[in-house]
């Protein structure tokens, strides 16, 4: 019987039972898909993807790198070095992004949107648009 690669590199007695090996494969093969789909999207024009960077240049997180990509959700990491600031990741919702992009009062809610990212870098360590998603994220 063939071993998979993930088993050479974590062997089944680190693990109680296979199914830990089989939830760690699933787990980096989720990974490996959402960063596969965060290069693609930073390669070809999104609306959404280009609204959460200007939303989060303006924010003042200049250091933000698409982390993980599909089609419900942008997973950014902040990668901020200044004094004070606990803002390590940023989670934007599409739909929600898309709504917001066509929306015609759009000024003044990407203006507070971009305030509310900045207040939070110092006071959360994630900050996800909109609030509701906090609910439905199991991580």
């Known amino acids: 019987m063939a071993t998979h690669p993930i088993e050479e590199l974590f062997p089944s007695a680190g693990f109680p039972n296979r199914s830990g090996v089989s939830r760690l494969r699933r787990r980096i093969a989720r990974d490996l898909e959402g960063r596969s789909k965060a290069i693609q999207a930073e390669s070809g024009d999104d609306a959404e993807l280009a609204l959460a960077r200007q939303i989060l240049e303006t924010a003042g997180c200049t250091k ?9 959700m942008l997973h950014f990491r902040i990668a901020d070095d200044t004094e004070g600031t606990k803002l390590t990741s940023v ?7 898309g709504k917001l992009a066509e929306d015609h009062c759009r000024a003044v809610k990407l ?7 900045a207040r939070a870098r110092h006071r959360r360590r994630t900050y996800i648009f909109p609030h509701s ?7």
């Not at 933000?64 to 419900?72: M, P, Q």
């Not at 998603?133 to 991580?139: G, I, S, V």
């Open 133 to 139: 998603l906090w609910a439905l994220l199991d991580d």
């Open 111 to 117: 203006e507070y949107l971009e305030r509310d990212i």
């Open 64 to 72: 933000a790198d698409l982390v993980r990509c599909d089609e419900s």
């Open 91 to 97: 989670i934007f919702a599409r739909q929600c992004l």
